[in-house]
T-cell receptor, first 110, second 112 residues
Framework: GEDVEQSLFLSVREGDSSVINCTYT??????LYWYKQEPGAGLQLLTY?????DMKQDQRLTVLLNKKDKHLSLRIADTQTGDSAIYFC??????????FGSGTRLLVRP | EAEVAQSPRYKITEKSQAVAFWCDPI?????LYWYRQILGQGPELLVQ????????DSQLPKDRFSAERLKGVDSTLKIQPAELGDSAMYLC??????????FGPGTRLTVT
C-alpha cells in the first residue's frame, strides 16, 4: 500500500533555513501537501504542489518535488521560533484519500 | 475566518463505555472527514462523507465505531464500547475540494 516517510526530528537556529524531507510511494499522486501542527491543535495546510510541477514558492516556503525519486522537500527560509511545530507530508492516493507521514518535529533554537 | 468546530476538546472515559464526538464543518463545505491520530503518528482517515453519504469508511472499525451526518451538515462519531487502544486525537476536517482540507482543533480521547 501507499507509504509516506519522514525523518523524525530537525533542530535549527533561528534565522537559518530549515529543510524537511519526505519520500512517498504512490507515483499516481496528483497533489502532495505540507501541513503544520502546533501542540494540542489541528492541522494547518501550509502549501501543496501539483505533481507536474518541480517547485513552488510561497513567501518563506519553497517546495521541491522530484517525481523520479518520489521525494518531496519543504524549505523554510529565515526560520523563526514560531515555526517550531510538527510538519506532516501527505500524498493523495488514487481515490483522493490523503496518506500522511508520521511527521517531523522542528525545533527552532533562539 | 470560518473554522471547523469540534467538541468536546478533551474526553476521558473508562473502557467499555460509549463516547461521542461532534463536528461542525465550515459552512458550505460538502465534504467532511474524520481522522484518528495516534500519538507520534500522522492522521489516518476513518470516514469521509459527501453531503450525507459515506464515500469511504474502509478504515472505520465498524464493530465499534459509527459515524453519521444526517442532514449533510454537522457530524457525530461514536465509539461503543471504547477500548484502551482507542486513546488518540480525533480530528474532523471539511473541504469543498480534495486539495484544501481544513482541520478542526480535535478531540483528545483518553480511555482508562
Amino acid at each position: 500500500g501507499e507509504d509516506v516517510e519522514q525523518s523524525l526530528f530537525l533542530s535549527v537556529r533561528e534565522g537559518d533555513s530549515s529543510v524537511i524531507n519526505c519520500t512517498y510511494t504512490d507515483s499516481s499522486s496528483t497533489y502532495l501537501y505540507w501541513y503544520k501542527q502546533e501542540p494540542g491543535a489541528g492541522l494547518q495546510l501550509l502549501t501543496y504542489i501539483f505533481s507536474n510541477m518541480d517547485m513552488k514558492q510561497d513567501q518563506r516556503l519553497t517546495v521541491l518535488l522530484n517525481k523520479k525519486d518520489k521525494h518531496l522537500s519543504l524549505r523554510i527560509a529565515d526560520t523563526q521560533t514560531g515555526d517550531s511545530a510538527i510538519y506532516f507530508c501527505a500524498e493523495e492516493d488514487s481515490s483522493y484519500k490523503l496518506i500522511f507521514g508520521s511527521g517531523t518535529r522542528l525545533l527552532v533554537r533562539p | 475566518e470560518a473554522e471547523v468546530a469540534q467538541s468536546p476538546r478533551y474526553k476521558i472515559t473508562e473502557k467499555s463505555q460509549a463516547v461521542a464526538f461532534w463536528c461542525d464543518p465550515i459552512s458550505g463545505h460538502a465534504t467532511l472527514y474524520w481522522y484518528r491520530q495516534i500519538l507520534g503518528q500522522g492522521p489516518e482517515l476513518l470516514v469521509q462523507f459527501q453531503d450525507e453519504s459515506v464515500v469511504d469508511d474502509s478504515q472505520l472499525p465498524k464493530d465499534r465505531f459509527s459515524a453519521e451526518r444526517l442532514k449533510g451538515v454537522d457530524s457525530t462519531l461514536k465509539i461503543q464500547p471504547a477500548e484502551l487502544g482507542d486513546s488518540a486525537m480525533y480530528l474532523c476536517a471539511s473541504s469543498t475540494s480534495t486539495y484544501e482540507q481544513y482541520f478542526g482543533p480535535g478531540t483528545r480521547l483518553t480511555v482508562t
